[in-house]
């Protein structure tokens, strides 16, 4: 398959409907603007125009200097780590994921951004911006209030995540075509058959989400453990999809009844528990034995309101930050769930 054209090659993998109603989603959660675009740089799909700087991205009058009718990928961006960075004159930045079949054939990238990176600029700064390029400045600040701060660590952190997404939504496209190419050529799957492997399939990436998920949150905490329990709705527990630092022959079967300990209370009132040594909220005081924790956050993971998991971090370390942290790790299970 990899040895057709990228651009033909996209157009089959990456259903415009299913991937438009994934896209609004994760705009939606994250207050960014997400397009994609094929290897010779034209619109798959477009930019938000209304929403999250979308008219610096469409309209030339605003001299954003990115988005035109095509995109120049590896003019503007440039390598950063796994991906790739662009910043323009207004100090905004925009990043793209490449879109890869078979690990290393590019068919597009996904375009995140623009966004502000840690800190926005006083209005009398971005006014002489517009000023230097003969620009609305009204316009140019309306679009600019709309766009989204965020820190370096939560940037890196929805790249990684984005990334473990699109990669499993590309395979899990190759997977189903493939099928049913069998089907068509073959007669020799029945649909029953295709839809089981499907079903399969989407649970093997949905742990691969997990375990992604789980390092991402580690990482952005600086917290040694961690674990994901997932909700076994037909036996009304929760079961371990994804653990680090976690003593995987004590705990790697652990079940955890909805109600009981801090995950099963968690999971239950759909409420995070934040956790300072031996001291937390008094109904799960009676759960807290192991004092060498230091910090420890517990934090329910919901689709459409309802829970389907738990986040479980925890660190021996003095002075951690997994409290600052909770409204960022919100945003990412809420992005998490939104690819489900």
């Keep these: 398959m990899s040895a057709k054209d990228p651009r033909q090659l ?40 209304g929403r999250y700087g979308g008219k610096l991205l469409t309209d030339p009058a605003l001299k954003f200097d990115l988005v035109d009718d095509s995109i120049k990928v590896q003019e503007i961006f ?22 890869t079949v078979d690990k290393d054939q590019v068919i597009g990238h996904l375009i995140i951004g623009p966004v502000i990176l840690n800190k926005r600029l006083s209005a009398t700064e971005y006014e002489e911006m517009a000023r230097a390029q003969e620009c609305d400045k009204n316009r140019l600040l309306d679009e600019l209030g709309g766009i989204r701060v965020v820190s370096n660590i939560m940037m890196n952190s929805i790249l990684d995540l984005l990334t473990e997404i699109v990669r499993d939504n590309i395979e ?82 652990a079940r955890v009844k909805i109600g009981e300990g801090i995950a099963g209370l968690a999971a239950q009132e759909n409420t995070s528990f934040m956790i300072q040594g031996m001291e937390g909220d008094n109904r799960i005081k009676p759960f807290l034995k192991r004092p060498e924790i230091k910090e420890a956050l517990v934090m329910p993971l919901t689709n459409k309101e309802e829970v389907f998991g738990v986040l479980n971090l925890h660190t021996k370390k003095e002075g951690g930050s997994l409290g600052g942290s909770l409204n960022n790790l919100k945003y990412l299970s809420e992005l998490l769930s939104s690819a489900l």
């Excluded at 438009?20 to 125009?49: Q, T, Y």
């Design 10 to 49: 996209a157009r089959e993998v990456i259903n415009k409907e299913k991937w438009w109603d994934m896209l609004s989603r994760f705009i939606d959660v994250l207050r960014i603007n997400i397009c994609i675009f094929d290897s010779h740089g034209l619109v798959i799909l477009p930019p938000e125009e």
């Design 172 to 253: 899990l496209s190759l997977k189903k075509k493939q099928l049913e190419d069998i089907r068509a050529d073959t007669g020799v799957l029945s649909g029953e058959f295709t839809e089981k492997a499907q079903e399969i399939y989407s649970t093997v990436y949905l742990d691969g989400l997990l375990a992604t998920l789980l390092d991402v949150a580690l990482k952005m905490t600086n917290a040694e453990c961690g674990s994901i329990l997932v909700l076994d709705s037909d036996q009304n527990e929760l079961v371990m999809k994804a653990s680090r630092g976690v003593d995987s022959e004590r705990f790697g079967n």
């Design 78 to 99: 440039e390598p950063q780590g796994m991906y790739l960075e662009a910043a323009n004159r207004y100090g905004l930045h925009s990043f793209a994921i490449p879109i």
